[in-house]
């Protein structure tokens, strides 16, 4: 989690800058790259309840591993914007299977050791991810200001491939062949409501997490003038600051539930946004940055074992609608983001991220009354 978290956050908020500023493109355009991961929505799904069948979701891994350190290796030798927006759809579009299958292989670790403090134990796990957020951003811009963006985006190459590196070591449990036949048939999606429901939340709430990483850099680069490597330190203080909040809030999750915590998150999203939307000084978005660490801490570190909660028996497509979300909102926050800056421009355009947390948490609100009411005709007890 941790080489990935680096990987990705070391060149990802570098491709607007470098579609701009390298290859030429319009700024009203570049924030259309994250349409690319369209197709990870339908591979997520796929690879999600491929990994419910398979003895063991490694090979997973690894492939994906491999595939997106290639991607970049093709970004890095770029000479034009189409070249890069072909490449996101081709590669980049295995991201969610990555990061579900490894939350995947943390539930099967929990399931047979029977952990009792599973939001607590997602949560730290997930940190590993923030850390390696907290180095990349000042990692990347910092070689990119130095030797270029296209060396730069080599970094994310080789630390891809350093993920091979410690799952040579990464001995699961495999699935025994009993459990698959006490399991269930593949579950059809339409046949668990709350689970699409939270799916279609999460899409519209990190959507604005589309936006943000996409056109930050420009408010903060060209709006306020800041330099390449203060941007770099700007880019890191949400995930050093996930670092703090992410352990603590599973700890919450445990003691509270989950779903509280996870409507607290939006708001404090909700929040963040609309200080992105006003910003006129420097502290407006480094504030703006720690409210938004705080609701990625409670999103990326419980919406994937609520997830789990709404659907047990199947795991890997649990983590996979997760992720699929998270592809679909960066497509959503791609379209948005272009017709945001196009009408209202920066930094106004976060003004509809905003107002998509405080809408999020209120359908999120109606769904978790869904599921504890369907809990109790089931004779369960509540689960978050």
């Not at 956050?9 to 390298?22: A, C, D, N, R, V």
């Not at 997973?60 to 890095?76: D, H, V, Y």
Request: hydrophobic residues 55%; positive net charge.
């Amino acid at each position: 989690m941790f080489l990935a978290g680096m990987a990705v956050s070391s060149s990802g908020p570098l491709i607007t800058l470098f579609l701009t500023k390298e290859l030429g493109a319009d700024t009203s355009v570049v924030g259309l790259f994250y349409l690319t991961s369209i197709a990870g929505l339908f591979i997520n799904l796929y690879t999600g309840q491929l990994s419910d069948r398979l003895s063991s979701r490694i090979p997973l891994i690894k492939g994906s591993a491999i595939w997106l350190s290639i991607g970049w290796a093709f970004i890095s030798l770029s000479q034009n914007s189409i070249t890069v927006f072909i490449v996101g759809v081709v590669f980049f579009s295995l991201m969610g299977t990555l990061n579900a299958q490894t939350f995947g292989v943390v539930r099967d670790v929990m399931n047979v050791e029977k952990e009792a403090h599973e939001a607590t134990l997602t949560s730290i796990i997930r940190t590993a991810y923030s850390f390696g957020w907290m180095l990349g951003p000042a990692i990347g811009p910092l070689i990119a200001s130095i030797a270029g963006y296209r060396i730069a985006f080599l970094i994310a190459v080789a630390l891809f491939l350093a993920i091979l590196i410690p799952l040579r070591n990464i001995h699961v449990p495999e699935k025994k062949e009993m459990a698959f036949k006490k399991e269930k048939k593949p579950l059809k999606l339409k046949t668990n409501r709350p689970l699409i429901f939270f799916g279609v939340i999460c899409m519209l709430v990190l959507s604005g997490e589309a936006a943000r990483i996409a056109y930050l850099p420009l408010l903060a680069v060209d709006h306020l003038q800041i330099s390449l490597f203060q941007f770099g330190l700007l880019m890191s203080i949400a995930p050093f600051t996930e670092l703090f909040i992410m352990p603590l809030s599973g700890i919450l999750a445990d003691k509270f539930g989950v779903h509280k915590v996870l409507f607290t998150g939006f708001l404090l999203g909700a929040i963040g946004f609309f200080l992105f939307a006003n910003s006129t000084h420097l502290w407006q978005v480094v504030l703006g940055q720690i409210m938004n660490a705080c609701f990625i801490s409670t999103i990326f570190g419980l919406a994937v074992t609520y997830a789990h909660q709404l659907s047990p028996n199947n795991i890997g497509l649990a983590s996979s609608v997760f992720f699929s979300a998270e592809s679909a909102a960066f497509v959503l926050g791609s379209l948005m983001g272009s017709y945001g800056v196009h009408s209202i421009g920066l930094p106004f355009m976060f003004f509809i991220p905003a107002v998509l947390c405080v809408v999020s948490s209120i359908l999120f609100i109606i769904n978790d009354f869904t599921k504890a009411r369907k809990e109790r005709k089931l004779g369960l007890g509540p689960n978050t």
